[in-house]
């Protein structure tokens, strides 16, 4: 079964390019996908199979397929999804705090992936599950997961470049001084710990920038935004700066008002991968991170 994937009609400015260049130009249509719809799938123009080599004429109807994932290996469980948006390429969800996104060696299944291979088998639908930004298991908001190849890819590359915006708010110990700052400071693994981040020199560069929302004595409300995706990263850059996270008593939290880190993924900002139109998805803070708002900036 072939699953299709992209399709175009070449305009007046794609005429005389290869449908190869055009492709990987203008789709974002990676070497690897190519060259598995060559060999695997199909390409067609205009309803006929055609090599990559060929030049377009304006007006030509182009298709790519790829045989259909033969659907992923997490063990389907049906659990409730609050699904904020899905398409044929994209699959959002507001994921709750402490749920694991993929299976682990300690959470074999009972995780997102679980829930979400059982929703689309539902559905008739044999997909791998592809995550776009993983959240942390006591991390709540907003999760996108990629619905093909093709789409994952076009992600890949939104988050290299720095077009998908990912903006947080947290709850930190101690009054923040600036409104606003960046954090650029390298993030690795502490030498005693295969879990444990820290700041070092020789760590993954790692940039946040932080705007304050509110403060009070004992604790500050921060919107943050992710210019880069190191695991753990806000946990540990505003550690680095004196300001853990409230819950998060791995970086130095404590647990008096909340019982996990008190991090939510609340807004989501990028172009759509097929039609390029401005997507964005906001989640308001769950209920847990709502009572000490309430208790500290009402």
């Known amino acids: 079964m072939l699953e299709e994937l992209l399709q175009f009609t070449a305009t007046e400015q794609e005429a005389g390019q290869t449908i190869r260049d055009v492709l990987q130009k203008h789709y974002g249509v990676s070497r690897r996908l190519l060259v598995r719809a060559k060999y695997q799938g199909n390409i067609t123009r205009n309803g006929v199979p055609v090599y990559v080599t060929e030049r377009l004429q304006p007006g030509d109807r182009v298709t790519i397929a790829v045989p259909a994932d033969e659907g992923e290996t997490v063990q389907p469980e049906p659990m409730p999804l609050a699904i904020r948006f899905e398409d044929e390429d994209i699959l959002v969800v507001a994921k709750p705090a402490g749920l694991v996104v993929h299976p682990t060696g300690n959470h074999v299944s009972g995780t997102l992936a679980n829930g979400v291979v059982a929703y689309w088998q539902v559905k008739g639908e044999a997909r791998k599950f592809r995550p776009v930004n993983r959240l942390d298991k006591d991390t709540s908001g907003l999760l996108i997961v990629a619905k093909n190849q093709w789409a994952h890819e076009q992600f890949s590359r939104m988050q290299k470049e720095r077009t998908l915006l990912r903006t947080y708010q947290a709850i930190v110990h101690g009054r923040v001084g600036p409104d606003e700052g960046v954090v650029d400071a390298p993030i690795g693994l502490r030498n005693d710990s295969i879990i444990t981040r820290e ?28 210019e880069t995706g190191r695991t753990h990263q806000i946990r540990v850059h505003m550690s680095h700066l004196g300001h853990p996270l409230l819950g998060d008593d791995m970086y130095g939290g404590r647990r008096d008002y909340i019982g996990r880190q008190a991090l939510h993924a609340v807004k989501l900002s990028f172009l759509h991968p097929r039609d390029k139109r401005q997507m964005e998805l906001n989640e308001p803070l769950p209920e847990d991170m709502q009572e000490v708002v309430a208790r500290f900036f009402s």
């Open 199 to 226: 700041v070092r020199p020789d760590g993954q560069s790692a940039v946040t920038r932080f705007r304050v929302l509110a403060r009070h004595q004992e604790t500050s409300w921060l919107e943050l935004r992710l």
